[in-house]
């Protein structure tokens, strides 16, 4: 912990961009923001916690609202991801509609040749139609189990908490391992980010509480690796 944050901004796929905090022959981990358009921003705070616990990260930009939800984007982060892994499995890491984008990889993992050692969900959209899929989650899940942790905040008044119980009851019902824990945090201090009510979005967090959280949630990440 401590040592500088080095950060490098490239375009994953031609127009799109990611952050990228190196740190050769640790576990990549790949940050997806929701669905706010291209808001690897305000996950910063998060991203160099993550950072400075040992990981290479990659925090991509993805576009919900273009016509294939993000699907392209968030496909195209992915295989840049593994490829700079090197055969390593990923960690994947998804805030609210990103986290469900990472659930539905996760389910499909084999199909795309994406490698995934564990998916960390905060406050996961797990409601409506996965990006990925274009549809809602299996309830039936196929193929080899991948963990998952499921992090929500108590005060989350944009997904409720049950969205990550339910899809946790999922998971267990089908005998994938997974972690459901309740923190005291909302919507966007669980991913580092602070809601602003004046320009209607989510940036990163200055704000002492919401970096505290950040930091509690960069460890429980890096319990995983």
């Given at each position: 912990?401590?040592?500088?944050?080095?950060?490098?901004?490239?375009?994953?796929?031609?127009?799109?961009?990611?952050?990228?905090?190196?740190?050769?022959?640790?576990?990549?981990?790949?940050?997806?923001?929701?669905?706010?358009?291209?808001?690897?921003?305000?996950?910063?705070?998060?991203?160099?916690?993550?950072?400075?616990?040992?990981?290479?990260?990659?925090?991509?930009?993805?576009?919900?609202?273009?016509?294939?939800?993000?699907?392209?984007?968030?496909?195209?982060?992915?295989?840049?991801?593994?490829?700079?892994?090197?055969?390593?499995?990923?960690?994947?890491?998804?805030?609210?509609?990103?986290?469900?984008?990472?659930?539905?990889?996760?389910?499909?993992?084999?199909?795309?040749?994406?490698?995934?050692?564990?998916?960390v969900c905060l406050a996961g959209a797990f409601m409506v139609r996965d990006p990925i899929s274009g549809a809602?989650?299996?309830?039936?899940?196929?193929?080899?189990?991948?963990?998952?942790?499921?992090?929500?905040?108590?005060?989350?008044?944009?997904?409720?908490?049950?969205?990550?119980?339910?899809?946790?009851?999922?998971?267990?019902?089908?005998?994938?391992?997974?972690?459901?824990?309740?923190?005291?945090?909302?919507?966007?201090?669980?991913?580092?980010?602070?809601?602003?009510?004046?320009?209607?979005?989510?940036?990163?967090?200055?704000?002492?509480?919401?970096?505290?959280?950040?930091?509690?949630?960069?460890?429980?990440?890096?319990?995983?690796?």
């Amino acid at each position: 912990m401590g040592h500088p944050t080095v950060v490098d901004t490239v375009e994953y796929s031609p127009g799109r961009l990611a952050d990228v905090y190196p740190e050769p022959s640790r576990p990549t981990v790949l940050m997806w923001h929701g669905a706010q358009t291209d808001s690897r921003a305000a996950m910063r705070p998060l991203a160099e916690r993550v950072h400075e616990h040992g990981a290479s990260v990659v925090l991509a930009d993805w576009d919900s609202h273009a016509d294939d939800g993000g699907r392209a984007d968030l496909l195209a982060s992915a295989r840049f991801a593994a490829q700079r892994a090197e055969g390593r499995p990923l960690v994947l890491v998804g805030w609210s509609m990103g986290g469900l984008a990472a659930a539905g990889l996760t389910l499909r993992a084999a199909e795309f040749g994406i490698a995934v050692a564990h998916t960390v969900c905060l406050a996961g959209a797990f409601m409506v139609r996965d990006p990925i899929s274009g549809a809602a989650l299996p309830s039936s899940l196929a193929g080899d189990p991948t963990p998952f942790t499921l992090l929500h905040g108590a005060d989350d008044d944009v997904v409720p908490v049950t969205a990550s119980e339910d899809f946790a009851t999922v998971l267990s019902s089908n005998g994938w391992p997974v972690g459901c824990v309740v923190l005291a945090a909302d919507h966007g201090s669980i991913a580092g980010a602070r809601y602003d009510a004046a320009a209607d979005r989510y940036s990163a967090a200055t704000d002492p509480s919401s970096l505290t959280v950040a930091t509690e949630v960069a460890a429980r990440i890096a319990g995983v690796f």
